[in-house]
Nanobody, 123 residues
Framework: VQLQASGGGLVQAGGSLRLSCAASGRTFSNNAMGWFRQAPGKEREFVATISWNGSRISYSDSVKGRFTVSRDNVKNTLYLQMSSLKPVDTAVYYC?????????????????WGQGTEVTVSS
């Protein structure tokens, strides 16, 4: 699976952005997908995950209620709708495809990674 993330940019606090992740190659619909982020000087952290068919979703506590993950298996695209953005959300956001069909927050379960898209939230 090849993954291409897009949609990042500069936004003011309280604003919204929608990230997309286009998948190609091996069958996208068989894999759980996830979003992770990495802020400068910090480790990559889990943001959201969605199972192969979208039936199971989970979020990190830091984004719960503000971010929404979804997928379109016809378009082979993963999305992350981000609202009420805060400066602490500033990071490079990565999409990833898991080895499993079930949603997971465990980074070691993710086999394929996109190149990342940068999100900057100004105060």
């Amino acid at each position: 699976v090849q993954l291409q993330a897009s949609g990042g940019g500069l936004v003011q606090a309280g604003g919204s952005l929608r990230l997309s992740c286009a998948a190609s190659g091996r069958t996208f619909s068989n894999n759980a997908m996830g979003w992770f982020r990495q802020a400068p000087g910090k480790e990559r952290e889990f943001v959201a995950t969605i199972s192969w068919n979208g039936s199971r979703i989970s979020y990190s506590d830091s984004v719960k209620g503000r971010f929404t993950v979804s997928r379109d298996n016809v378009k082979n695209t993963l999305y992350l709708q981000m609202s009420s953005l805060k400066p602490v959300d500033t990071a490079v956001y990565y999409c990833a495809a898991a080895r499993t069909a079930l949603s997971t927050s465990v980074i070691s379960y993710y086999r394929y990674w996109g190149q990342g898209t940068e999100v900057t939230v100004s105060s």
